[in-house]
């Protein structure tokens, strides 16, 4: 099963993070990331940078779209990753492995997989699969 | 915390970290099966400490701490046992004062070791992922459908033969590391087919094992970087991992190539697949060296990954692909794969006359396989009666229930 770690940090957390020495910094994140390597658990990652990007506001039709997020939004999103492991327990023993201070947060979720479809079977692409069932053959 | 979470979280502990402490003690004490012992030993206490205790900042030191002085346990009991193996339990106890550094050539050796040549295959496979892969008894039974107890026998098995025929904690010498390599690589694979396409149960594939089988297979390529094949494997199995959630249909059943959603076939992971046979072939090429099978295989699974459709997928050049594996791993399932290349590139006729060797050889007798596919080529070929009578003897001789109402319809499509 695979995991997104979601990093999250309030916007002391960054400010801190800010005064540190980049290069302790760099070299704690990479040694973390070649551990799941290593491992064989690293699907996917990624920082996101810091400066706001866009919000594109779904209340509105059409969706309205500003400069963001800011201010009040305390809870950044800045990067992820994407583990693959046995079980959720496993994904959540490497989360706490990860090098972050206080004011920071891993949240800890299941990337969906084909089986999470199971109930939507009027949906027309999962109707496409079903009509496949009878198509019983070597692959 | 209570016992079940302390077991859940020895469970996420030792699956990270079990490969490196077993590892780490079977090379103080040379002798693998004694360190998977006093390993467990170390779990056991850890789900009785920890509720009481908590988990301890640093797991992995905890359990290691743990094992090693059962291991100093074990060696002066020894020691009061048989006065001659004093002298060496001394060095060793010195030894263990040493500061604990898990490293990549021990995980290497505990590689080598599970996957010695001494044991059957299906010890090498159990015991690759209960030490390698850190996986519980009862996660390989899960996976591999057996009974735990079968499991646990297959375990104690392969102990008992690595002490029995004194295999060192060691990794091959260069004499033999070919052959060794190959050993590793194909108890790997066959994890993962066994994941691709079920021998066993009511689904036609298994995930979760061809997911343990790629990780096994990344942490292969991150220890031997240099090997061409390692990198190759790790891009065959995930080729053809992609195509999982379009191969079975919701009811467990195959689905064919032709009739493949594509869209639903994973880019990233085609991706990774395309990136690992690139560094595949990039160390062959820094060895002088060619594809090797796993390479080639990869290749051509590369071919269907990238194509569009079965229509314009490029068979000429599968069929070279499957040439070249064919002059390096000759067997009559790659002579029927390329047949099948030949018909979709350059027509039925001239595949026939490839079938019709391989029948002429006395090849794959028994097997649904050939009398099937020698079907197909005369169907297209317009010769229904001919083509009738091998699909009827494909569903003779084929164990399947599905794959046999689906010859057996065939045949009658053709009345």
Not at chain 2, 100 to 116: Q, Y
Not at chain 2, 193 to 222: I, Q
């Amino acid at each position: 099963m695979k995991h997104m770690l979601i990093m999250r940090a309030t916007a002391d957390a960054v400010a801190a993070y800010e005064e540190m020495d980049f290069e302790t910094v760099i070299n704690a994140m990479g040694a973390y990331n070649e551990a799941m390597m290593k491992a064989g658990v690293m699907v996917a990652g990624d920082g996101l940078a810091p400066e706001p990007g866009y919000v594109v506001d779904f209340s509105a039709d059409p969706p309205l779209v500003t400069d963001g997020p800011y201010g009040e939004v305390h809870e950044l999103f800045n990067g992820f990753w994407i583990i693959q492991t046995a079980t959720a327990d496993e994904a959540v023993e490497w989360a706490k492995r990860c090098p972050l201070g206080p004011g920071s947060k891993l949240e800890v979720r299941r990337v969906t997989d084909e089986t999470d479809f199971a109930d939507y079977a009027d949906n027309e692409f999962v109707k496409k699969e079903a009509g496949w069932r009878d198509e019983l053959a070597q692959p | 915390m209570t016992p079940a979470d302390a077991a859940r979280a020895v469970d996420a502990v030792w699956r990270i970290e079990g490969a490196r402490i077993v590892a780490a003690l079977a090379r103080m004490t040379g002798d693998l099966g004694f360190a998977e012992d006093v390993a467990q030993e170390a779990v056991a206490e850890a789900l009785a400490s920890w509720p009481e205790n908590g988990i301890p900042a640093n797991t992995g030191a905890w359990l290691t701490a743990v094992a090693k002085r059962r291991v100093i346990d074990a060696w002066r009991r020894r020691e009061r046992l048989d006065k001659r193996h004093r002298a060496i339990a001394h060095d060793l106890a010195e030894a263990v004062e040493d500061e604990w550094e898990p490293i990549d050539d021990d995980l290497l050796r505990l590689v080598f070791t599970a996957c010695h040549p001494a044991l059957s295959r299906e010890s090498q496979v159990a015991l690759t992922l209960r030490v390698v892969g850190g996986l519980t008894t009862v996660e390989i039974a899960r996976m591999l459908l057996v009974p735990v107890a079968t499991v646990q026998a297959r375990i104690t098995r392969a102990k008992k033969t690595l002490a029995a025929a004194h295999v060192p904690f060691e990794t091959p010498d260069p004499s033999e590391w070919r052959q060794r390599l190959d050993g590793v690589l194909s108890v790997v694979y066959l994890v993962f087919t066994e994941g691709y396409s079920a021998t066993a149960g009511e689904r036609w594939t298994r995930p979760d094992l061809a997911d343990e089988a790629l990780r096994l297979g990344r942490v292969l390529a991150g220890l031997l970087p240099r090997e061409p094949a390692t990198h190759a494997l790790v891009a065959l199995m995930e080729l053809q991992r992609s195509r999982f959630a379009a191969r079975e249909s919701r009811t467990g059943a195959p689905i064919l190539l032709a009739d493949q959603d594509r869209s639903r076939w994973d880019q990233g992971q085609i991706a990774r697949g395309r990136a690992a046979l690139r560094r595949a072939d990039a160390e062959a090429a820094a060895r002088g060296q060619g594809r090797g099978a796993y390479a080639l295989q990869a290749a051509i699974a590369e071919c269907h990954c990238v194509a569009p459709s079965v229509e314009q997928t490029d068979w000429e050049r599968i069929v070279v692909l499957y040439e070249a594996l064919g002059r390096i791993a000759p067997s009559p399932v790659v002579e029927l794969n390329r047949a099948v290349a030949v018909s979709m590139a350059t027509g039925p006729a001239t595949a026939l006359a490839i079938v019709d060797d391989l029948a002429a050889a006395g090849e794959l007798r028994g097997s649904p396989l050939l009398p099937s596919v020698r079907g197909e080529l005369l169907a297209r070929l317009g010769r229904a009666a001919e083509a009738r009578a091998e699909f009827e003897e494909a569903a003779s001789r084929t164990a399947s229930a599905p794959q046999r109402a689906l010859l057996e319809a065939k045949a009658a499509a053709l009345d």
